[in-house]
């Protein structure tokens, strides 16, 4: 089996003239569209919509092409040339996608244009978020230039704490190593190679601390900009809209979320026990990884890894097995880690082609396999919306992990019923290190930005503060679970979604992708095989309707707080379970 992915499908290497052609004709169906809004309401807003999909396309084509090749390559300076002038015609794509929601927002008669075309029936739901877009455009005579700006600001910003992040070094036992080799250390089996790892990672950030924070304040500092220009009466305004979510729905599940804070705390002090500490959890000890006396965990070769999922997810439906076969017989994945490749997983749609891509960096262990049926869960649901237009498949953030979440519970589920004591010990450590982390890890990195952006209103905060809002913010969500003393005040440096100019709050949806997924699971086991006809449709239906009209494709209410509290009483079961096999396994 090729353990590398096939990017053939969309150019044959950085010399093929088809990518001198495909930036050409971009150009070109950016300057149509200045015209094409002179005529007749319906043609116009016809011909709009297709040159709005053949820019997609092409967009796609040219940044997936650049893009997936940087993740495996990323010393390929072909790829980032071709990356670095997408990214300077991006601002030419915003304005035409701009002016074409101003041309909708403007429309007198929509619904009548949408009752009285096909084309547009098939858009409608774009055509109608248009129009609420349409309040929050920027005037027309200074958005070119923020746009053009952030390139210079936000966007700067971001890219500066990366290079920061990548080119600090560590003073490790003697040794000066990458900041992302040290992190690394934390799933170390030695408690005092995590231990002395922890302590050189903090020591090192003051080395950055300063620019880092600089980089912070300039991206909220945007964001807050942003906002008020494009109208909203706040930076998490924005994001909701942006998720399609309303702020009953994100109060409801923060509501559920703290109530079930004190469980997970009683999974760290637990583990911290177990660990022969008496205070919680150490930070240093978060990612330790425990075990039974005598119990190895089993191992993988990527053969196995698929014959697992393939037997697994077949269970479910046919369909998902025969699908993941065709990923992996097709070069859709990119499997095992090597010099110059991004660290992590993530999964690529290529809508055009009704294909996916998806990178791994496979080691063997139960954890990888459970990546690599989280990433072709992504896959899956690009699949649902397979014939669908472009603009039908933006699905936002908190519905983006629905089908990569329920795989995984789907393995999980799988694995603990066919594990003995020890191996479920092994299992349920696993799976709620990684579900703290989504829960209670996202918890305290929403409320430390919240508390960010509404002191950076008033003035840029110093690396100092900084340190003390996440310290403060950890001690809300983690409480008494990790020693008060061993905490981590600059996860506000290392964590880079903090640093996303065009993703404020990059946090909440983790938390509703987790519970949600974890939902759709719950319907599937009362359910049963009449389950996966609705589960599909609710997948392909995901970027044409807001988030609680999707969910209540499945009779669910996301804007209750009872339907959180029930995914989350999942958790503090496995909790109760874990607690129970460290006492009868691990007696301290």
């Given at each position: ?257 703290r109530e079930s804070l004190p469980a997970f705390r009683r999974y760290l002090r637990k583990k911290g026990e177990i ?314």
């Amino acid at each position: 089996m090729e353990s590398t992915w096939d990017l053939s499908v969309l150019y044959r290497g950085f010399d093929d003239p088809e990518i001198e052609k495909d930036f050409a004709r971009l150009k070109e169906c950016c300057g149509q569209m200045k015209a094409v809004f002179a005529g007749d309401p319906l043609p116009a807003l016809e011909n709009a919509v297709d040159i709005m999909e053949e820019i997609y396309r092409l967009s796609s084509s040219l940044g997936s092409f650049a893009g997936l090749t940087l993740a495996a390559d990323a010393a390929c300076e072909p790829a980032q040339q071709l990356m670095d002038r997408l990214m300077v015609f991006s601002v030419q794509i915003s304005l035409v996608s701009s002016e074409m929601t101003r041309y909708i927002g403007g429309l007198q008669d929509l619904e009548s244009l949408i009752a009285g075309s096909e084309k547009l029936r098939r858009v409608d739901f774009m055509l109608r978020r248009s129009r609420e877009e349409a309040r929050h455009l920027m005037a027309p005579e200074i958005e070119e230039w923020m746009l053009k700006m952030s390139l210079s600001g936000g966007e700067a910003f971001s890219t500066l704490r990366d290079k920061l992040d990548a080119t600090v070094t560590v003073d490790y036992r003697g040794e000066k190593l990458p900041l992302s080799a040290v992190r690394s250390k934390a799933y170390d089996p030695d408690p005092q190679v995590r231990k002395d790892a922890y302590e050189a990672e903090i020591a090192a950030y003051p080395k950055i601390e300063i620019p880092m924070a600089a980089c912070l304040n300039g991206v909220k500092g945007e964001a807050l900009t942003m906002a008020e220009a494009m109208h909203f009466d706040s930076v998490l305004d924005r994001s909701l809209f942006n998720n399609n979510m309303d702020r009953e729905t994100l109060d409801a599940m923060l509501g559920a979320i703290r109530e079930s804070l004190p469980a997970f705390r009683r999974y760290l002090r637990k583990k911290g026990e177990i660990l022969g500490h008496k205070n919680g959890l150490p930070f240093y000890d978060l990612f330790a990884p425990i075990a039974p006396k005598g119990y190895t965990p089993k191992t993988y070769t990527i053969e196995e890894a698929r014959e697992k999922l393939l037997t697994e997810m077949g269970k479910f439906t046919p369909d998902m097995a025969a699908f993941m076969d065709h990923a992996f017989r097709n070069r859709w994945i990119d499997v095992y880690p090597r010099e110059g490749k991004s660290g992590g997983a993530f999964c690529a749609g290529l809508h055009h082609l009704d294909q996916s891509r998806v990178l791994t960096n496979f080691a063997g262990s139960f954890s990888d396999v459970s990546t690599l049926a989280h990433e072709l869960g992504h896959a899956w649901h690009n699949r649902c919306m397979a014939g669908l237009p472009a603009c039908m498949t933006d699905t936002p953030m908190p519905l983006a992990e629905t089908a990569s979440i329920f795989n995984e519970t789907l393995l999980a589920e799988a694995a603990m019923a066919q594990a003995g004591k020890e191996e479920q010990f092994s299992l349920l450590e696993g799976r709620l290190m990684e579900i703290t982390q989504v829960i209670v890890d996202i918890y305290s990195r929403y409320l430390f930005e919240t508390a960010v952006i509404e002191q950076r209103k008033e003035r840029t905060l110093s690396a100092q503060e900084l340190r003390q809002l996440m310290l403060d913010a950890q001690e809300q969500s983690y409480g008494d679970g990790l020693d008060p003393e061993i905490r981590h005040p600059y996860m506000w440096a290392c964590k880079s979604h903090y640093y996303s100019p065009g993703y404020a709050f990059y946090n909440f949806p983790y938390a509703f992708g987790q519970l949600f997924g974890q939902g759709m699971y719950e319907k599937y086991r009362v359910q049963g095989a009449a389950f996966v006809p609705k589960y599909n449709q609710l997948l392909r239906c995901c970027g044409s309707m807001p988030v609680k009209d999707v969910a209540r494709q499945m009779d669910i209410d996301v804007g209750s707080v009872s339907f959180w509290r029930e995914a989350l009483a999942g958790y503090e079961k496995e909790i109760d379970r874990f607690i129970a096999l460290a006492d009868e396994l691990m007696p301290q």
